[in-house]
């Protein structure tokens, strides 16, 4: 892991600094991190770089997970899909074994002996009513509420209520029914992890070509856990669309996560409709993935990040960071990374993810503008130090510590 010294070259002095000098008040508070998976998902990615760093300025940091069973994690999968806008089902039982694993956990997780707690996305919303609250209390939401299910939303909102403060990625996300203060903080990558840092254009070729990708051809693609709100199926439609103008090849890379029991249900779904098209190539589950997001994003000369509903979607910023363009969905946080005509396009549908993607294509010129400024657009604004220094701001002011 890198220390937060290592930033310096890339950030500057300044910026490092002012975080060291902003969390002397936090040192030596403990700070507790809740969620659901330490594997395939952002808030992991995220939380990976973010609690490491957090204990580098002196924060007495700690990340705990939840346990659940494949029951509990369809139903938080059901409420993620219904969060987003999808219609579920919400009974009595469903609601009784969402609350039951929460009050579970709570019973060995021993959160009351932190200063602070912040709980990241619906899985873990609950824990809050198990504990006397003796301290603050964060919901982190990271997924795209700007129309959920209302009959799921009222329920959740009863628990929101309970924290001191919710974190949210969009100023779309605030709800006038949530009386707690609701703050934005965007995500961020880290740019010296894996799937971040430098790679030589030997070492992009030689982790692609051990998965069987071949060079022959311009490659796009999209990184993405398979999921219907990231529509993969659209994406194939898109490719079939631009392969009638320009000679291509399409890369859908995904991993699963231990909170996603639909996950492979919807590559099996993505899989049957690939079959028949040349030159698709869709990869699970590899080995060293974040070794081959990294190579794959640089290579590409066009990212897609074709989503119908997004909370943030650390791909984009991912392959910006190197260079390289997304054309990603008009939606959730996606237009906070991609300024049309400048890094990237935002569409709408098909027809306009397809128009957008031959004509950078073709365009080697505007590609390369665009990779430019894609690249210091995400150092000035999405880096894990700008989102360590935001939370340690948060935490000073919720902890009320000066």
């Known amino acids: 892991m890198a220390n937060l010294d290592d930033y310096r070259k890339i950030v500057g002095d300044k910026k490092i600094n002012e975080i060291i000098k902003e969390a002397k008040p936090l040192k030596g508070k403990y700070i507790v991190h809740v969620n659901s998976t330490f594997y395939g998902g952002g808030v992991a990615e995220i939380l990976d770089s973010l609690v490491y760093l957090m204990n580098q300025v002196g924060i007495k940091a700690g990340w705990r997970l939840l346990k659940g069973h494949c029951s509990f994690f369809e139903i938080t999968k059901s409420f993620h899909n219904g969060s ?5 089902k919400l009974t009595p039982k469903i609601k009784k074994v969402y609350e039951e694993a929460n009050r579970h956990n709570s019973i060995f997780m021993h959160l009351e002996k932190n200063d602070a707690i912040i709980i990241h996305d619906p899985q873990v919303l609950p824990l809050i009513k198990f504990y006397k609250k003796q301290q603050p209390w964060v919901w982190r939401c990271h997924i795209d509420i700007t129309k959920p299910n209302k009959k799921l939303w009222n ?10 403060e919710m974190i949210i990625s969009d100023s779309r996300y605030r709800k006038k029914d949530i009386k707690v203060p609701q703050t934005i903080i965007m995500p961020s990558i880290d740019p010296l992890n894996e799937k971040n840092k430098k790679l030589s254009p030997q070492k992009i070729k030689s982790i692609l070509s051990e998965l069987g990708i071949k060079f022959n051809k311009p490659i796009i693609s999209q990184i993405s856990r398979f999921d219907i709100w990231k529509d993969p199926c659209g994406v194939i439609e898109v490719f079939k669309k631009v392969k009638k103008k320009t000679d291509c090849q399409l890369i859908l890379l995904g991993n699963s996560a231990t909170d996603d029991p639909e996950g492979l249900k919807i ?16 990869l699970l589950n590899v080995n060293n993935n974040d070794l081959v997001v990294n190579a794959l994003q640089r290579v590409s000369e066009v990212v897609l990040q074709k989503s119908i509903r997004e909370g943030f979607a650390l791909t984009v910023s991912e392959a910006l960071w190197k260079g390289t363009p997304v054309i990603g969905g008009n939606v959730g946080g996606i237009p906070n990374q991609v300024i049309d005509g400048k890094n990237g396009y935002l569409v709408n549908n098909i027809e306009e993810c397809a128009d957008r993607t031959i004509k950078l294509l073709k365009d080697d010129r505007s590609r390369k503008k665009m990779g430019k400024y894609a690249h210091e657009f995400v150092k000035e604004n999405f880096l894990i130090t700008r989102h360590l220094l935001d939370y340690i701001k948060l935490l000073k002011r919720v902890m009320k510590v000066k």
């Open 267 to 282: 590559y099996y779904e993505v899989a049957k409709k690939a079959k028949k098209i040349k030159d698709v190539t869709l």
């Open 84 to 88: 987003q806008g999808a219609n579920i």
């Open 155 to 164: 329920y959740l909102k009863n628990f929101i209520n309970l924290y001191d």
